[in-house]
């Protein structure tokens, strides 16, 4: 069975600019999450969807958007490109019921400059 | 104060050494928990989940929870180089969502 599925792997982006990440869960799994890693620290979260509707959002500014279409993929957008924004962008995938085990990506890499 | 603590590291040791990770936690809502390793460049990978105090063993990786504590460990039996990575720890208040340390970096040299 394949595992969770991102792209691309890596990406070069321009200051004000616009990127599309995305993302398939494991199959069966309904809900994706996405994170953020900056280099020497642990994932930050950024978004939970589950069926289809946003479940959770962390700390980050309305230039992260995010969705989930009916096969249980996901995109995440970011808007405004900063300097800033260069991590590694995970995707996670889970059944979304409570206390099960969560599977990462193998993430993309976005660097901004 | 962070949620979750993690020493960064690195934790340099022998082969066939036995690692002891730690992470403490701030937040007694904190559920479910659980250790990836992330090797250079690449995504984590689920070692371990534990969701109640006590230990959970799966071949030379023990996971160790202390709830009273909000401090949880992951020992490695006779480590190898192929061990040498970064271990997180992610904790789940229960929503599939997680929560995690900085990572600690692990060298094990030959």
């Known amino acids: 069975d394949a595992g969770v599925t991102q792209s691309p792997t890596h990406l070069i982006k321009t200051r004000g600019q616009h990127v599309t990440l995305r993302c398939s869960p494991i199959?069966?799994?309904?809900?994706v999450s996405w994170y953020q890693q900056v280099l020497g620290q642990g994932p930050q979260f950024i978004f939970q969807?589950?069926?289809?509707?946003?479940?959770g959002r962390g700390n980050f500014p309305d230039r992260f958007s995010a969705r989930q279409f009916p096969n249980y993929s996901s995109e995440l957008n970011v808007n405004a490109l900063l300097l800033g924004d260069s991590a590694l962008y995970l995707c996670?995938?889970?059944?979304?019921?409570?206390?099960?085990?969560?599977?990462f990506g193998e993430g993309s890499w976005l660097t901004v400059v | 104060q962070k949620e979750v603590e993690q020493d960064p590291g690195p934790l340099s040791v022998p082969e066939g050494a036995i690692v002891s990770l730690n992470c403490t936690y701030s937040?007694?809502?904190?559920?479910?928990f659980m250790w990836y390793r992330q090797y250079s460049r690449k995504g984590p990978e689920l070692l371990m989940y534990?969701?109640?105090?006590g230990n959970k063993e799966d071949g030379r990786f023990t996971a160790q929870v202390d709830k009273s504590s909000k401090y949880i460990s992951l020992f490695i039996r006779d480590s190898q180089p192929s061990d040498s990575a970064t271990y997180l720890c992610g904790i789940d208040s229960g929503y599939s969502t997680l929560t995690f340390g900085k990572g600690t970096m692990l060298l094990v040299s030959p």
């Open positions: 199959s069966g799994h309904k809900s």
């Open positions: 996670a995938s889970s059944s979304g019921s409570s206390g099960n085990t969560i599977y």
């Open positions: 534990t969701y109640s105090s």
């Open positions: 937040n007694s809502a904190f559920q479910y």
């Open positions: 969807y589950y069926e289809k509707e946003e479940r």
